[in-house]
């Protein structure tokens, strides 16, 4: 850096005084993007057994008859994640139940269907609501059965009442104030 010309290295491939060196190339024509000195910078270090040699791994034996393991990494089917995220969360019997809501006509028969809708789960007691009282008092009747019924389809156990609920009836309560045990409008008359 002092502006004294530098003093060649006889190890240097691009010295003009070494064979092999630039003087040897001058025929080759002269490319400016660098390829030709790092082309004979390869070249040197190549012919001098310079070059690092990577240690090789040992492979562990394979056997062809066991294929690699399945990973969660790996794609899977869309029926295996939704069945495990169902059973992660435990929504196996809620997901049945509602099946059962859906299904409801297949289960009691059309005509029942027609007059009857499951409204809740829980804790083994179904729910349904009728559209007539003359329903209701049927439906009471077939309870049994329908237990039955929905116990082979959910598994055993799962339902152990039916509260049949009759239509929903209109109230007299208007405005926003009233009392728990008043008759309503009634109360006036007479």
């Known amino acids: 850096m002092t502006g004294e010309p530098r003093q060649p290295d006889p190890g240097d491939p691009g010295d003009p005084g070494e064979e092999g060196g630039a003087a040897g190339q001058e025929d080759l024509p002269h490319s400016d993007d660098g390829l030709d000195l790092a082309r004979r910078m390869a070249r040197s270090v190549a012919g001098s057994g310079l070059t690092p040699r990577r240690p090789r791994r040992k492979r562990r034996p394979s056997d062809p008859a066991r294929p690699s393991a399945a990973d969660d990494r790996d794609p ?38 027609s007059h009857t809708t499951p409204e809740t789960f829980s804790d083994g007691r179904l729910v349904v609501r009728t559209d007539s009282t003359a329903w209701a008092t049927q439906l009471t009747l077939l309870a049994p059965q329908l237990v039955a019924r929905l116990n082979e389809d959910l598994g055993p156990g799962t339902v152990t009442l039916i509260e049949v609920l009759g239509p929903h009836l209109p109230t007299w309560r208007k405005g926003p104030r009233s009392t728990r045990d008043g008759r309503g409008p009634r109360d006036t008359y007479g």
């Open 76 to 113: 899977q089917l869309l029926d295996n994640t939704l069945a495990r995220l169902v059973a992660d969360h435990g929504w196996a019997l809620d997901l049945k139940v509602r099946g059962v809501f859906a299904r409801w006509p297949e289960l009691v028969g059309a005509e029942i269907a």
